[in-house]
């Protein structure tokens, strides 16, 4: 069987392809670093570090990597012949992969070959329907032609992944726990497994909403609250309990209107957040706030891991003030490098963090948890002052 992957980074090498290996899969991966696909050509494998199982080292064999800038044409016989074909890039750069892939899917179409599965594996309310409308966006495709190629499901995608530079080879260390999840309906044949170990959900909105903004929602403001007081590696942040107490509160915050909504029981979101937090304090691991933090536009948006939970909460009448200090805490994020910061810090410079705060988060500007945003901002801003 053959899988096309695009995007050989953490997790598509971490994750997806360790799971499209244990299945039977022989990987093409498509992507923009030269020098990883060099790698990848060369050797044909490349080797995973279990974190928990003191680095046991994994091989993942039956590679190769194709470049979408220099070997476009390539890139669409391989999907043509794939048997199935994800994703882990980023959502912000599916604009920059919707041509190749579906100028791929357009030349199956055109040879007659059967419908596929292209499942994106991205932290993102609903990947399937963003993916699928970049794709109609290129114009190669009709929505019709699409329907008739692919079968696109969204997911909720977790694992600890970290790039890893060991015997001389560009490796990931990788957590020895993950989840992913499928929307099962939106497979070609809901009734397929085509990835191991993966789950098959129903309800995919009550797994993404707790990942979302349970998982990532916490690490996410606790990233951003730690990039306040000067944290630069997160787990130094989490060795202080009380800054410890406050991110397990925020994730039970967040869990709080996902238990009412889906009817997860309290015990359960409990053991979900401690394991998550145990998890992030694995000895050893050390993860970075700028890579927690990065792409704020992305995190503030309404469909995303803050706002979601913050607005759930306040329809529900659940308390939200530690989500609200989080959002607060991510419009004062500023990151040499980061560009979706700097965007956020020119837009306030120039239009004053009353506009930013609407702007960014769609929040109705004088409503209480537009009030609440601005007065943790002006705190934050204030002890920024002050130091
Ligand atoms: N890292 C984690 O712990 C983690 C965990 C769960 C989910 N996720 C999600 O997984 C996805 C991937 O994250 P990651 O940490 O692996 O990121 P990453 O930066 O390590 O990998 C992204 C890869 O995509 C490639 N890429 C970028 N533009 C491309 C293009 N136009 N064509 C082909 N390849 C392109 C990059 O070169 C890179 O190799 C994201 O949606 C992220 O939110 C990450
Ligand atoms: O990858 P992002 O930028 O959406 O989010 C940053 C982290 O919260 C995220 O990568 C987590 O580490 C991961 O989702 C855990 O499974």
């Known amino acids: 069987m053959k899988a096309v992957h695009f995007g050989a980074g953490k997790i598509g090498r971490g994750f997806i392809a360790d799971l499209l290996h244990n299945t039977g899969y022989e990987i093409t991966f498509v992507d923009v670093n030269e020098k990883l696909n060099a790698e990848m050509n060369q050797y044909h494998n490349y080797y995973l570090y279990v974190i928990q199982e003191d680095y046991r080292r994994k091989e993942i064999d039956k590679v190769s990597a194709l470049s979408p800038i220099t070997q476009p044409e390539e890139v669409t016989q391989a999907i043509?012949?794939?048997?199935?074909?994800?994703?882990?890039?980023?959502?912000?750069?599916?604009?920059?992969?919707?041509?190749?892939?579906?100028?791929?899917?357009?030349?199956?179409?055109?040879?007659?070959k059967e419908r596929v599965n292209v499942i994106p594996c991205e932290n993102a309310f609903y990947c399937g329907v963003m993916l699928k409308k970049e794709l109609l966006k290129t114009g190669i495709l009709t929505?019709?032609?699409?329907?008739?190629?692919?079968?696109?499901?969204?997911?909720?995608?977790?694992r600890m992944v970290f790039a890893a530079d060991r015997d001389g080879r560009d490796g990931i260390d990788v957590g020895n726990t993950f989840e992913l999840v499928i929307e099962k309906e939106q497979l070609v044949d809901p009734d397929a497994e085509p990835i191991k170990d993966a789950e098959y959900a129903d309800n995919l909105d009550k797994y993404l909403e707790r990942k979302l903004c349970v998982v990532n929602g916490g690490h996410t403001m606790s990233a951003y609250i730690a990039r306040q007081m000067g944290y630069d590696i997160i787990q130094d942040y989490f060795m202080v309990p009380e800054n410890k107490q406050l991110t397990r509160d925020i994730m039970l915050q967040a869990g709080a209107f996902i238990e009412k909504k889906h009817g997860f029981a309290h015990e359960d979101m409990v053991d979900y957040i401690d394991a998550t937090i145990g998890r992030w304090s694995t000895p050893g691991v050390k993860d970075t706030v700028e890579r927690i933090a990065k792409a704020p536009i992305r995190k503030l948006d309404p469909e995303d891991r803050m706002v979601k939970p913050a607005v759930q909460c306040e329809e529900?009448?659940?308390?939200?003030?530690?989500?609200?200090?989080?959002?607060?805490?991510?419009?004062?994020?500023?990151m040499d490098g980061d560009e979706q910061a700097a965007q956020i810090q020119a837009y306030i410079s120039e239009n004053g963090i009353e506009k930013a705060v609407s702007h960014y988060t769609g929040i109705e500007a004088g409503s209480r948890i537009y009030n609440e945003i601005l007065k943790y901002y002006n705190e934050y801003a204030a002890q920024k002052t002050n130091k």
């Open 316 to 334: 529900y009448g659940l308390a939200n003030d530690l989500i609200l200090k989080g959002i607060a805490a991510a419009f004062l994020y500023d």
């Open 80 to 112: 043509t012949d794939a048997d199935l074909v994800t994703t882990a890039v980023i959502a912000d750069n599916f604009p920059k992969i919707a041509n190749n892939l579906a100028a791929g899917l357009k030349a199956r179409l055109d040879a007659g």
């Open 143 to 158: 929505e019709e032609e699409l329907d008739k190629i692919a079968g696109i499901p969204s997911t909720a995608v977790d």
